[in-house]
């Protein structure tokens, strides 16, 4: 382990080694292998580090088969590098595995509920946790009894034992190796086989804060974030908090109260405006049926509109056929570079509008279907819409000749 060196010092940002390979992998990725680092590989649920090499970006950190390859942008043209460790990354990933841990011990010791997963992103961390529920008190206690371990500055320290002596910690779960075992203890709390980088006091992890959690998969997944994650959660939140305060002319404890009341103002007016859009199709309805054409087949009513919902023109052709038996409607719109269709008639009439409809379809390339009464589809919009109206009207009348 002695060419880990991110493992006898996590704090280490610089350092020198010589090159021993530079290669490409089987996917064409330029990496090096050195004869020693601080470049932390991802691995245990923790991200690799970032930083440079002579200069030259270093994007990705893998441990392959034993060999810890450090990815890079271009050739590095020297025997011996100085590394450089992008220190804002590395301690924000000891921040947050080191909150994990503190956050998943008090979950299990308080409240017997284990952690069965963890994962560090780029902005928050999640832990997905043994059981089916969690309740606002569960949560809102954990997190303050965290932030309690943090507060209280308890040293995090490093063992590493074999396998009889690990047997004879009380570890959170059996280790996965059998030799090399490491063991990251934080004082009069928890035993943890962990290959992750950590702090060296808990008060390094900085506030915890519980952000959200879910069922997922049977149990929980819950989100937090640490240290100056949880700072920038704060500020960000604030910003929103002050920005609301603003809008809404309002002091911080009355916005919930302001934001229902305009919740309930919307929702009335959506019913009011409703109300007002039924009944202006009723009106455009009567004004469509007083200028329906007549065939030999029933009242024909075609129109081709733009930027029209579906839905309302279903509504309009349901409530045509329904004033007249004798209605056909055929309504095309023209949404973006998309056409749409439907066709409708009353019960009286005795064409096949499913027939119809997928006889004109193949003009704009289109798709649909339904019954003899109604029948709707859409296509490409190769045509104009008041093109595909004339083709339909056309299908119409030869079927009317024949």
């Known amino acids: 382990m002695n060419h880990k060196l991110f493992y006898a010092d996590p704090y280490l940002q610089t350092f020198t080694a010589q090159i021993t390979k530079q290669a490409r992998d089987k996917d064409d990725n330029l990496y090096v292998a050195l004869t020693q680092t601080a470049f932390y590989p991802t691995g245990g649920g923790q991200p690799h580090d970032t930083g440079q090499l002579n200069q030259i970006p270093v994007i990705n950190v893998e441990e392959i088969d034993g060999e810890i390859r450090h990815y890079i ?91 009889e002596e690990a047997k004879q910690l009380p570890l959170r779960k059996e280790p996965t190796v059998t030799e090399n075992i490491r063991v990251v203890i934080i004082e009069n709390l928890d035993f943890n086989g962990c290959g992750g980088t950590h702090p060296k006091q808990t008060g390094e992890v900085g506030p915890i804060q519980i952000v959200n959690w879910e069922r997922y998969k049977g149990n929980i997944r819950l989100t937090f974030v640490c240290g100056w994650r949880t700072i920038e959660l704060m500020q960000r939140n604030q910003f929103l908090v002050k920005d609301a305060m603003q809008q809404l002319h309002s002091k911080e404890s009355d916005i919930p109260n302001k934001i229902m009341q305009l919740l309930s103002t919307q929702k009335e007016n959506e019913k009011a405006l409703q109300a007002a859009n039924e009944k202006l199709i009723l009106v455009e309805a009567n004004e469509l049926l007083q200028q329906a054409e007549e065939t030999s087949f029933g009242k024909r009513i075609a129109v081709s509109f733009t930027d029209r919902s579906m839905h309302e023109l279903a509504k ?13 409607t055929f309504f095309v719109t023209q949404n973006g570079e998309n056409l749409q269709c439907i066709c409708a008639c009353g019960p009286a009439v005795k064409l096949n509008m499913n027939t119809l409809l997928k006889t004109a379809l193949p003009l704009i390339e289109g798709k649909g ?26 299908i119409q009348k030869e079927t009317q000749e024949a």
């Open 73 to 163: 942008t271009e050739e590095i043209h020297a025997d011996e590098v100085t590394g450089y460790v992008s220190w804002k990354r590395r301690f924000d990933h000891m921040q947050q595995h080191a909150g994990q841990h503190i956050l998943s011990a008090i979950f299990w010791d308080h409240f017997n509920i284990p952690t069965i997963g963890f994962h560090l992103g780029r902005e928050i961390v999640t832990i997905d946790l043994e059981t089916s529920d969690l309740s606002i008190e569960i949560a809102e206690e954990a997190v303050n009894l965290a932030n309690q371990i943090v507060f209280e500055n308890r040293p995090i320290t490093v063992q590493w034992v074999n396998l």
């Open 316 to 328: 309009l052709a349901a409530i045509l056929t329904e004033k007249d038996d004798h209605a056909i």
């Open 369 to 394: 279907g339904g019954n003899q009464k109604s029948a709707r589809g859409g296509g490409k919009a190769t045509v104009t819409g008041e093109a595909f109206l004339s083709h339909l009207i056309h």
